[in-house]
């Protein structure tokens, strides 16, 4: 089975410019999240959308959305980037809200210049 | 407020030898699930073990072992029989199951080097 899969892999944008990452979850997961990892510090919680709908989201501003599709596949945007939008942006999926094993995918690497 | 604290930024073992990771946690919750991801260098987050804070015994996956003491507040990861393929960063991550779902609080991670 086909694990997260990420869109692209790797992005090169420039300030003010606006970006959307995509995200497929694991076959059957209904919950997806969504994590800023800036280089050296561990990931920083975004969003959580859980059957289309949002459970959660972190302190990032309003420049950060994002939403889930009927097939459970979920995309983040970002308008207005900035030069600390710079980071690896990681997609975990998981069967359930409340489930005690997440799958993340490989990440894409968005650099802003 | 929930934190993770991984206060070993690196750590060196040789090859075939066992090495804890440690990781403590600061939360007022009863309910939480605490979590071991390793991160190569590729960036993929791989996730390793699971403990729930209601779980009496400690977790085990094959070479991995979570070290868990409620009291003290703690979560280590002990890896037995250390293999060059180990050698990349660790998080400690926790989840807040009855508030946040699954939304992770992350440590800043260990980096783990494997000498052979």
């Known amino acids: 089975d086909a694990g997260v899969t990420q869109s692209p892999t790797h992005l090169i944008k420039t300030r003010g410019q606006q970006v959307t990452l995509r995200c497929s979850p694991i076959s059957g997961h209904k919950s997806v999240s969504w994590y800023q990892q800036v280089l050296g510090q561990g990931p920083q919680f975004i969003f959580q959308y859980y059957e289309k709908e949002e459970r959660g989201r972190g302190n990032f501003p309003d420049r950060f959305s994002a939403r889930q599709f009927p097939n459970y596949s979920s995309e983040l945007n970002v308008n207005a980037l900035l030069l600390g939008d710079s980071a690896l942006y990681l997609c975990a999926s998981s069967l359930v809200d409340l489930a005690t094993e997440a799958f993340f995918g490989q990440g894409t690497r968005l650099t802003v210049v | 407020a929930q934190k993770i604290t991984q206060t070993q930024p690196g750590m060196f073992v040789q090859e075939k030898e066992a090495v804890t990771l440690d990781c403590t946690y600061d939360?007022?919750?009863?309910?939480?699930?605490l979590f071991w991801y390793k991160q190569p260098s590729s960036g993929e987050m791989i996730f390793l073990i699971y403990?729930?804070?209601?779980?009496?015994q400690n977790a085990t996956e094959g070479r991995y072992s979570l070290n868990f003491q409620k009291a003290r507040k703690s979560a280590n990861l002990v890896i037995s029989a250390s293999q060059l393929g180990d050698s990349a960063m660790y998080f400690c991550?926790?989840?807040?199951?009855?508030?946040?779902?699954?939304?992770?609080?992350f440590g800043t991670g260990t980096s783990l080097t494997v000498i052979p």
């Open positions: 403990q729930g804070s209601y779980d009496e």
């Open positions: 939360t007022s919750d009863q309910s939480y699930g």
């Open positions: 991550a926790m989840s807040r199951p009855k508030f946040t779902g699954n939304q992770f609080y």
